[in-house]
């Protein structure tokens, strides 16, 4: 006999798929691939919304030198007791995103352009006799043709106290003065490259700007970009004025414009990056030195804009106004400069507004470009 019996082998019951169960898993295989789909096609567009453009130079990453800002929605303008009228109202502006240069332009940059291109600077041309009279109103006598020689306003500190509602008092047109030669014919850009380029007028900055494949900054980008994050401040930095132990930028400390006691470090311009730059991580976007915008300069513009509820990339007034000189088209600038302080200009306010005829260079005056091209 065997010592066993095979046993019979019994087949488990195996549970036979019916129609309706195969159809309930198939149905979760495509909800739950649809889901992944979806999801993953709404991680790809949050990340596009949220990524800089690629770079539009060409190349992958952003442009040297420049931020990609986000664009959104702010308060424009302010109610602060230092906001003069062109300032007001506050009001709700909302600008699409852009590239913008982390610096002001400097002699650097500025000295390439030229070198490219053989351009010649307002302030290295002789003085349009025609342009120029057509600034002042009709009947004023000429200037004597030697102040019509290249030429640009110089800051020059008086010797005694003046009134700061004369600022012919501190403002002197020297002949020989350039971007080359910011403080006199003798002076020279050594040790000054990373220095803001100074004595450039609107024509000549947006003629770099075209050069360099940028444009200039609206207004409204501008001041944006200004506050850095921070919605209704009073500075780019918050709301604590700067003081002898935080500057917080290159402005003016000692009695305006008599005294420059230099605690910030620099009597006049400083090199670009020297003070902490801005949530958006620009550098001084309050100080060293004013920067022009594309647009015209109006008192009224931002009561123009406080009336369209919110203001979508304004790019300002179709011409501009200023009822201190009427017949002289001016732009905006914006940002103050190293001859600024609280007594007499807290131009670095990002509100703040400074018009300024186009064909104008002053030892304060510079800029810096911003693109939207793709
Ligand atoms: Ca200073
Ligand atoms: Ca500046």
Redesign the pocket.
Request: proline residues 10%; aromatic residues 10%.
């Given at each position: 006999m065997p010592r066993y019996r095979e046993r019979k082998r019994i087949p488990i019951p195996q549970p036979v798929p019916e129609l309706g169960s195969r159809w309930v898993v198939g149905r979760h295989l495509r909800w739950g691939l649809l889901g992944f789909v979806l999801t993953v096609g709404l991680v790809v567009y949050v990340r596009s919304q949220f990524r800089p453009p690629l770079s539009p130079v060409g190349g992958m990453g952003p442009r040297a030198g420049m931020r990609w800002v986000r664009g959104g929605e702010f308060t424009m303008g302010s109610t602060d007791p230092a906001a003069s009228q062109a300032e007001r109202p506050p009001h709700q502006v909302k600008v699409d995103g852009f590239w913008i240069d982390e610096t002001e332009v400097t002699n650097r940059q500025f000295r390439a352009f030229v070198e490219a291109t053989s351009y010649k600077t307002m302030a290295e041309r002789p003085v349009d006799l025609d342009a120029l009279m057509k600034q002042v109103p009709p009947g004023t006598p000429p200037p004597d043709p030697e102040k019509l020689a290249p030429g640009s306003l110089v800051f020059k500190p008086p010797v005694g106290r003046v009134s700061l509602d004369d600022h012919t008092q501190w403002w002197d047109w020297q002949t020989g003065v350039d971007w080359r030669h910011p403080e006199g014919p003798d002076s020279s850009l050594e040790g000054r490259d990373d220095h803001p380029v100074v004595h450039v007028s609107w024509e000549d900055a947006a003629a770099y700007a075209k050069w360099a494949g940028k444009r200039l900054p609206t207004e409204a980008e501008w001041e944006f970009a200004a506050r850095g994050g921070l919605n209704g401040t009073v500075y780019s930095w918050g709301d604590l004025p700067p003081n002898e132990n935080n500057p917080r930028a290159?402005?003016?400390?000692g009695e305006f414009p008599r005294i420059n006691l230099?605690q910030?470090g620099?009597?006049r311009t400083?090199p670009v990056k020297s003070f902490a730059p801005n949530g958006y991580g620009l550098y001084d976007m309050s100080g060293n030195v004013w920067e022009f915008t594309a647009d015209w300069f109006r008192v009224d513009t931002f009561l123009e804009q406080a009336a369209k509820g919110i203001a979508v990339n304004p790019t300002g007034p179709s011409s501009s106004l200023d009822p201190n000189e009427p017949y002289a088209p001016k732009r905006v600038q914006k940002g103050g400069s190293?001859l600024c302080n609280d007594v007499y200009c807290t131009g670095y306010r990002p509100s703040a507004r400074m018009a300024c005829s186009m064909d104008t260079g002053m030892s304060h005056t510079g800029f810096r470009c911003v693109t939207t091209d793709k």
């Amino acid at each position: 006999m065997p010592r066993y019996r095979e046993r019979k082998r019994i087949p488990i019951p195996q549970p036979v798929p019916e129609l309706g169960s195969r159809w309930v898993v198939g149905r979760h295989l495509r909800w739950g691939l649809l889901g992944f789909v979806l999801t993953v096609g709404l991680v790809v567009y949050v990340r596009s919304q949220f990524r800089p453009p690629l770079s539009p130079v060409g190349g992958m990453g952003p442009r040297a030198g420049m931020r990609w800002v986000r664009g959104g929605e702010f308060t424009m303008g302010s109610t602060d007791p230092a906001a003069s009228q062109a300032e007001r109202p506050p009001h709700q502006v909302k600008v699409d995103g852009f590239w913008i240069d982390e610096t002001e332009v400097t002699n650097r940059q500025f000295r390439a352009f030229v070198e490219a291109t053989s351009y010649k600077t307002m302030a290295e041309r002789p003085v349009d006799l025609d342009a120029l009279m057509k600034q002042v109103p009709p009947g004023t006598p000429p200037p004597d043709p030697e102040k019509l020689a290249p030429g640009s306003l110089v800051f020059k500190p008086p010797v005694g106290r003046v009134s700061l509602d004369d600022h012919t008092q501190w403002w002197d047109w020297q002949t020989g003065v350039d971007w080359r030669h910011p403080e006199g014919p003798d002076s020279s850009l050594e040790g000054r490259d990373d220095h803001p380029v100074v004595h450039v007028s609107w024509e000549d900055a947006a003629a770099y700007a075209k050069w360099a494949g940028k444009r200039l900054p609206t207004e409204a980008e501008w001041e944006f970009a200004a506050r850095g994050g921070l919605n209704g401040t009073v500075y780019s930095w918050g709301d604590l004025p700067p003081n002898e132990n935080n500057p917080r930028a290159n402005l003016w400390q000692g009695e305006f414009p008599r005294i420059n006691l230099g605690q910030d470090g620099y009597p006049r311009t400083s090199p670009v990056k020297s003070f902490a730059p801005n949530g958006y991580g620009l550098y001084d976007m309050s100080g060293n030195v004013w920067e022009f915008t594309a647009d015209w300069f109006r008192v009224d513009t931002f009561l123009e804009q406080a009336a369209k509820g919110i203001a979508v990339n304004p790019t300002g007034p179709s011409s501009s106004l200023d009822p201190n000189e009427p017949y002289a088209p001016k732009r905006v600038q914006k940002g103050g400069s190293f001859l600024c302080n609280d007594v007499y200009c807290t131009g670095y306010r990002p509100s703040a507004r400074m018009a300024c005829s186009m064909d104008t260079g002053m030892s304060h005056t510079g800029f810096r470009c911003v693109t939207t091209d793709k």
